[in-house]
């Protein structure tokens, strides 16, 4: 049996890099999407995203009230408790990590809007189970469209070594774990305007090296704690 939905939400993934492919090729810059299928719950994502030098990562529903549906997800909480807790990743969390919703038009295609993934998902009306969240507060929306051109402009996303200082953490140090290189799934790289088709990726380090060269020397450097 289909799921209208779960394709509804791959159709929101692509739309989105179809708009930050328009931008790219108009500002004379190369775009790559990751998607991240069946490793949503290291992620909290459905696709990982490059934009010239700046990523970012989405997490894709079909409907704004589609939001809730991250409640099924003990890494949601992880996520958001850990985000409390450490106010360095949260900063950069703020910069790279959203949660993206289509919204139909009349006989036309889909808007599709975004907000920062903690101030859509982190509180007790999203995650009523998650102890030592606090209410719900009206988070910021925007266009996708918006967004791209942000991207594109370096005003959002993270750069290099910021984003993956982030994924470390967020693949790896948030659930009480250690620094560490590996990735959960192979990841594979499609670029329209780079002409990329499925290169794959099985560390951070060799992501971090295909990004731009020497980045991948942070992951050789001794890692402070974390809190």
């Known amino acids: 049996m289909t799921n209208p939905q779960a394709g509804r939400e791959d159709s929101v993934t692509a739309a989105f890099h179809q708009i930050i492919f328009q931008e790219a090729i108009t500002n004379g810059k190369t775009e790559a999407i990751f998607p991240l299928s069946g490793a949503d719950r290291y992620y909290n994502a459905d696709a990982l995203f490059r934009a010239h030098d700046m990523f970012i990562l ?75 969240l606090g209410p719900a507060t009206i988070p910021k929306v925007e266009s996708a469209r918006d967004l791209a051109k942000d991207l594109l402009s370096e005003s959002i996303g993270l750069g290099k070594p910021d984003f993956f200082n982030y994924l470390d953490w967020l693949l790896h140090v948030r659930s009480g774990g250690n620094s560490n290189d590996g990735l959960p799934t192979t990841l594979y790289a499609t670029s329209h305007a780079g002409g990329i088709t499925s290169m794959s990726f099985t560390s951070l380090s060799q992501l971090a090296a295909w990004a731009a060269p020497g980045v991948a020397a942070y992951f050789n450097q001794p890692k402070k704690p974390r809190p």
């Open 58 to 132: 989405i997490e894709s529903k079909s409907y704004e009230r589609n939001i809730r549906d991250e409640s099924k997800k003990d890494s949601a909480c992880s996520l958001c408790l850990g985000l409390i807790q450490n106010h360095q990743m949260a900063l950069l969390h703020q910069q790279c990590h959203f949660i993206m919703w289509g919204l139909k038009r009349y006989q036309s295609g889909l808007d599709l809007l975004y907000s920062v993934y903690r101030r859509a998902v982190c509180n007790i009306q999203i995650l009523p189970d998650c102890k030592g």
